[in-house]
């Protein structure tokens, strides 16, 4: 059964992953992934932001959002790996504004937003991108077949003096700091899924 995120106020130190995305569906790779952070970045948990509507993604082929967190909940079989909608409550689909609201929310808490090498190449496009670098540390997970072009895209260069080695320290350091996480890669992919299940 899926855990809930603390309550507001929560003040325990903890290292906590963030994993934003449209989860439509949720599948292995997203497991796959977070066990993997877990694993190598020394994290409690990884909580699952369930977005309402990706701001970059069309609404056409968008699964209501209930229906994309109940399929996450029963893919995140881990304990570790919290699911909610946390944008809703926050009324905004901005990446940089929800991280900050969670630092605000949560002082005591050692946030790491992760994402895929796919998402480093765009995230030039995303509202406010640079705020997100510089309020917390960032983890990429290498995701074929985008690995060379995101490390030599546009973040990667504008915070190329930031990049620190893939470990536990990564959290130690202050932002801005991000790490490339060469991890074994996962097929599962959503777009794929999506196919397979369309009449």
């Known amino acids: 059964m899926a855990r809930n995120f603390p309550v507001f106020g929560d003040r325990r130190r903890q290292r906590i992953g963030l994993l934003g995305g449209s989860f439509n569906p949720a599948h292995e790779g997203h497991l796959h992934i977070s066990r993997e952070a877990i694993k190598r970045l020394g994290l409690a948990q990884v909580w699952w932001l369930v977005s309402p509507q ?10 209501p959002l209930n229906a994309r967190l109940d399929g ?17 409550g926050l009324h ?23 994402m895929g090498a796919d998402n480093l190449e765009q995230i030039p ?4 991108w640079t705020r997100i670098f510089h309020s917390v540390c960032v ?61």
């Open 54 to 63: 990706n701001p970059l993604k069309p609404a056409r082929g968008m699964a």
């Open 125 to 128: 496009r995303w509202w406010h």
């Open 72 to 88: 996450a909940k029963m893919m995140a079989t881990d304990t570790r790996i919290i699911v909610g909608d946390i944008e809703s």
């Open 92 to 114: 905004t689909t901005r990446t940089a504004a929800v991280v900050a609201a969670l630092k605000r929310r949560f002082p005591r808490i050692s946030f790491v937003w992760l």
């Open 139 to 199: 983890a990429v997970l290498d995701r074929s077949p985008y690995a060379y072009r995101a490390l030599s895209g546009m973040a990667a260069q504008r915070f190329r003096r930031a990049r620190a080695k893939p470990s536990r320290a990564l959290l130690t350091r202050t932002a801005p700091a991000w790490s490339y996480l060469a991890i074994r890669r996962h097929a599962a992919s959503g777009t794929a899924i999506r196919e397979q299940i369309q009449p």
